[in-house]
């Protein structure tokens, strides 16, 4: 017996899931980051709320990491914490990226921050191994 294929949404929330669980072991920190714009009714009023631009990755996330320098191959002066930035699109097994969500990838990359499109939460767990 063969599964239907996941969708989407599903994928994004098992993902989801997985980065909580690994945010409450203390191993890293994600936002769910949506894009477009909001509506939310106050009393009798509408307001229209701003998120993300078009094109924006799915979830953020952000790990602690160290640099060791080196000099002829050997360990040298001191290791310096750092913050790893990836940015994770989620997609189906057949899901293509848009041409605004190439865009912020290329952004995102251009300022030495990761960015992977993932289809399951293996390989989201894949993408973010330093």
């Known amino acids: 017996m063969t ?13 989801g899931d997985w980065l909580q669980y690994q945010e409450n072991l203390g191993k890293l920190i994600f936002l769910r980051l949506n894009s477009g714009t909001a509506y939310v009714k106050k009393g009798d009023r509408d307001y229209a709320i701003k998120l993300c631009p078009v094109g924006t990755a799915d979830f953020v996330t952000f790990q602690a990491g ?5 000099y002829k191959g050997q360990p040298k002066g001191q290791v310096h914490p750092i ?9 189906t097994l057949k899901g293509k990226t848009s041409k605004a969500q190439d865009e912020f990838a290329e ?16 390989e989201a767990e894949a ?3 330093h």
């Open 107 to 122: 952004k995102v990359r251009q300022h030495h921050c990761k960015y992977a499109v993932v289809r399951s939460v293996e």
């Open 66 to 70: 160290f640099v060791q320098p080196y």
């Open 127 to 129: 993408a973010l191994k």
């Open 3 to 15: 599964l239907p294929p996941l969708s989407e949404a599903e994928i994004k929330k098992g993902v």
């Open 83 to 91: 913050c790893f930035v990836e940015f994770l699109e989620v997609k």
